[in-house]
């Protein structure tokens, strides 16, 4: 079993008022504020007072499959501590895959297709819990609860008009109400809606867990995850949460799997071998660097709307001659994405929020770190930069993601804030998601 702690016990104070965010106010004041048992102090205290046996789930915008895990949360004086029971990656059956991508496309689909897939990422979810618990030792019912995260299907934070009303939005499909009564066990859900209803991106959601977890004292920590899409938390050396910022940076698995599945047929990379067979392409690569979001200034999120396989075939068009070997692509789009992380690590970190004098460690997580091009090419990009993965922290590479949405169901319950107005852009703290029984 994996134990990890944040430290000193002072640095999660559950407490504590949000910083105030002057600038990034929604149009839109609530007029009371959130209350509800969950900020009872009674019920914080209770909530606090034993270890909760969470499991965290998570599809992401590589839609592969489902990430779970099995996680014993405690708190001991404010600090949180974390004991991983199990992690797993439950592979789609077929079809489900295909089904998700063609859902997530700027194009018409049926709502009753919708509807149905909504539902029916349930059952899988269920699968996915019911293993995690089996392969933990525990049977589902000794779980408190479960943390979903959903299918994103689309992701809107920039408002939008409907009727009178300015309206961001995202969608995360995957019934937790469904999911709750398949289980029996309390499903909490719908992680992003308020942070993006407070005017915030409603992403990335990972730096609180990255803040709790990861953060050292003597050297700056950049955590990256590596999925679909590259964000990145950057947490100073002795950081207070309000110094802490997070966004999307670009691509990360999505330009180099729509390259391979065009050319050569296979969902992934696997290993990166493709890629290291191949060379840069330099029209294509000078093409791809103009791209305006790597360069656009934080906080900023993005996803499949952007980044998928139409904007392949259209960076192709004017740049790639047939005869050039299909590697050299595959290789020049994992290029661009190690160039558009490390682009915004030199832009966004070095010389702004992190001081010079000081170690600077990047922590990777998901998918991405099994492509040895990949890697490769973010080292060479960083030269001064130690380079690793989060199992140096006793977290596996790929079920991070499922452990904090676990971890967001433990603070949701407990009356606690997950997001970060820093990083989000949102104009306050909120309790995330929304609690099914």
Same mark, same amino acid.
């Given at each position: 079993?994996?134990?990890?702690?944040?430290?000193?016990?002072?640095?999660?104070?559950?407490?504590?008022?949000?910083?105030?965010?002057?600038?990034?106010?929604?149009?839109?004041?609530?007029?009371?504020?959130?209350?509800?048992?969950?900020?009872?102090?009674?019920?914080?205290?209770?909530?606090?007072?034993?270890?909760?046996?969470?499991?965290?789930?998570?599809?992401?915008?590589?839609?592969?499959?489902?990430?779970?895990?099995?996680?014993?949360?405690?708190?001991?004086?404010?600090?949180?501590?974390?004991?991983?029971?199990?992690?797993?990656?439950?592979?789609?059956?077929?079809?489900?895959?295909?089904?998700?991508?063609?859902?997530?496309? @700027?194009?018409?689909?049926?709502?009753?297709?919708?509807?149905?897939?909504?539902?029916?990422?349930?059952?899988?979810?269920?699968?996915?819990?019911?293993?995690?618990?089996?392969?933990?030792?525990?049977?589902?019912?000794?779980?408190?609860? +479960?943390?979903?995260?959903?299918?994103?299907?689309?992701?809107?934070?920039?408002?939008?008009?409907?009727?009178?009303?300015?309206?961001?939005?995202?969608?995360?499909?995957?019934?937790?109400?469904?999911?709750?009564?398949?289980?029996?066990?309390?499903?909490?859900?719908?992680?992003?809606?308020?942070?993006?209803?407070?005017?915030?991106?409603?992403?990335?959601?990972?730096?609180?867990?990255?803040?709790?977890?990861?953060?050292?004292?003597?050297?700056?920590?950049?955590?990256?995850?590596?999925?679909?899409?590259?964000? +990145?938390? +950057?947490?100073?050396?002795?950081?207070?949460?309000?110094?802490?910022?997070?966004?999307?940076?670009?691509?990360?698995?999505?330009?180099?799997?729509?390259?391979?599945? $065009?050319?050569?047929?296979?969902?992934?990379?696997?290993?990166? /071998?493709?890629?290291?067979?191949?060379?840069?392409?330099?029209?294509?690569?000078?093409?791809?660097?103009?791209?305006?979001?790597?360069?656009?200034?934080?906080?900023?999120?993005?996803?499949?709307?952007?980044?998928?396989?139409?904007?392949?075939?259209?960076?192709?068009? #004017?740049?790639? +001659?047939?005869?050039?070997?299909?590697?050299?692509?595959?290789?020049?789009?994992?290029?661009?994405?190690?160039?558009?992380? @490390?682009?915004?690590?030199?832009?966004?970190?070095?010389?702004?929020?992190?001081?010079?004098?000081?170690?600077?460690?990047?922590?990777?997580?998901?998918?991405?770190?099994?492509?040895?091009?990949?890697?490769?090419?973010?080292?060479?990009?960083?030269?001064?930069? $130690?380079?690793?993965?989060?199992?140096?922290?006793?977290?596996?590479?790929?079920?991070?993601?499922?452990? #904090?949405?676990?971890? #967001?169901?433990?603070?949701?319950?407990?009356?606690?804030? /997950?997001?970060?107005?820093?990083?989000?852009?949102?104009?306050?703290?909120?309790?995330?998601?929304?609690?099914?029984?």
């Amino acid at each position: 079993m994996t134990q990890l702690h944040n430290g000193s016990p002072t640095d999660v104070q559950p407490d504590a008022q949000p910083d105030a965010q002057p600038d990034a106010q929604p149009d839109v004041q609530p007029d009371v504020q959130h209350s509800s048992l969950l900020a009872s102090p009674v019920w914080r205290k209770h909530w606090f007072s034993m270890p909760r046996l969470m499991c965290g789930l998570m599809t992401g915008t590589s839609l592969d499959g489902v990430d779970a895990a099995v996680v014993e949360f405690s708190d001991a004086g404010g600090a949180h501590r974390l004991n991983l029971r199990s992690s797993l990656t439950m592979p789609f059956p077929d079809g489900i895959g295909e089904e998700l991508t063609r859902l997530t496309k @700027a194009e018409p689909v049926s709502i009753v297709d919708v509807s149905r897939v909504h539902a029916g990422l349930a059952y899988l979810y269920a699968d996915a819990v019911r293993e995690a618990c089996r392969k933990a030792g525990v049977e589902v019912s000794a779980l408190d609860a +479960i943390g979903t995260h959903g299918q994103t299907v689309w992701h809107q934070p920039a408002a939008q008009e409907f009727g009178p009303y300015s309206v961001p939005s995202t969608l995360q499909l995957g019934s937790a109400p469904t999911l709750a009564s398949l289980v029996g066990v309390p499903v909490v859900g719908d992680f992003r809606a308020a942070d993006v209803a407070l005017g915030g991106q409603g992403a990335p959601l990972a730096p609180m867990f990255d803040y709790q977890f990861l953060r050292r004292s003597t050297e700056h920590v950049i955590a990256l995850n590596l999925g679909g899409i590259a964000n +990145i938390t +950057i947490i100073p050396a002795g950081a207070a949460e309000r110094d802490v910022i997070a966004f999307d940076t670009g691509p990360s698995n999505l330009l180099i799997d729509a390259s391979t599945l $065009r050319f050569f047929g296979k969902r992934y990379d696997a290993g990166g /071998s493709i890629g290291l067979a191949g060379r840069v392409l330099p029209r294509l690569m000078e093409a791809l660097r103009e791209e305006p979001y790597i360069t656009q200034a934080p906080p900023k999120s993005t996803g499949r709307e952007l980044f998928n396989a139409e904007y392949v075939a259209n960076a192709l068009k #004017f740049t790639y +001659i047939d005869a050039q070997p299909a590697e050299d692509v595959v290789r020049t789009f994992t290029e661009f994405t190690a160039w558009s992380i @490390a682009e915004n690590i030199r832009r966004f970190a070095f010389g702004t929020k992190l001081s010079e004098g000081m170690p600077t460690r990047i922590v990777a997580s998901g998918g991405g770190t099994h492509n040895r091009c990949l890697m490769e090419a973010l080292a060479r990009e960083l030269p001064t930069v $130690r380079v690793e993965t989060t199992e140096q922290f006793g977290i596996p590479s790929d079920g991070k993601e499922a452990m #904090f949405f676990a971890y #967001f169901a433990y603070r949701t319950l407990g009356g606690l804030h /997950s997001n970060m107005p820093s990083v989000t852009g949102a104009s306050r703290e909120a309790v995330l998601g929304s609690v099914h029984l």
